[in-house]
């Protein structure tokens, strides 16, 4: 298994440029998710997702789009980037049922940079 | 909503020697879930240890154990025998009992910077 990859693992954009930040699993996982890693302020939720066709906003929602068509993939888009975005990105799968011995498994990140 | 604090941005530890990093935490959930992550220089975020709050005793992997006090909001984790490949950032977690949804998400502390030195 893979376990969860991300692509690309370096990113650097142009203010207003558009991107997809790519997320895929090999766990048949139901839940995914995407956090942000900014420094002094540890990780936070973008977006997640329950299942195929299904996403919900976390605590930081804003400029950033989600979709879900497959149990595999978990794409994030920012459709205009901002220096505000410039931060660490890393997306996450989780069994889904009860949570009680569910482990969340980390994709390696994508650092990217908004000038 | 809940909240992980972790107050000490820094800590350095001698190799062999034991060390405590410190979290609080807020909630009013009765049950609930707690982590402490170590992110290495490379990025990945890697599961050290987990505790469950029904579960009194305290939870134990290898050189990693934790501190659990309920009543107190309190979740310390003490890294035992430090060696030079346990420098990294370590960050706290709390997750809701609750399947489906947001109560799958993690919430983090600020994360602290743990050194090993010679």
């Known amino acids: 298994n893979a376990g969860v990859t991300q692509t690309p693992k370096f990113q650097v954009l142009k203010t207003g440029q558009s991107m997809t930040l790519q997320c895929a699993q090999d766990m048949n996982h139901e839940y995914m998710s995407w956090y942000r890693q900014d420094p002094g302020m540890g990780l936070r939720l973008i977006h997640y997702s329950v299942g195929a066709g299904i996403t919900d906003q976390g605590e930081v929602p804003n400029g950033y789009n989600v979709s879900r068509s497959t149990t595999e993939d978990f794409p994030l888009r920012l459709l205009s980037a901002a220096p505000s975005q410039t931060s660490v990105y890393f997306c996450a799968s989780m069994a889904g049922g009860p949570p009680r011995d569910n482990e969340q498994f980390f994709g390696p990140g994508t650092r990217l940079t908004v000038l | 909503a809940q909240t992980v604090t972790q107050s000490q941005p820094e800590m350095s530890v001698q190799e062999a020697e034991t060390v405590t990093l410190s979290c609080t935490y807020d909630t009013s959930e009765s049950d609930y879930y707690l982590f402490w992550y170590k992110q290495p220089p490379s990025r990945q975020m890697i599961l050290v240890i987990r505790?469950?709050?029904?579960?009194?005793q305290n939870a134990t992997e290898n050189r990693f154990s934790v501190n659990f006090q309920k009543a107190a909001k309190s979740f310390s984790l003490k890294i035992s025998d430090s060696q030079l490949g346990d420098a990294a950032m370590y960050f706290c977690a709390y997750r809701s009992p609750y399947s489906g949804g947001g109560g799958n998400k993690l919430t983090f502390g600020t994360g602290t910077q743990l050194k090993v030195e010679l």
């Open positions: 505790q469950e709050a029904y579960k009194q």
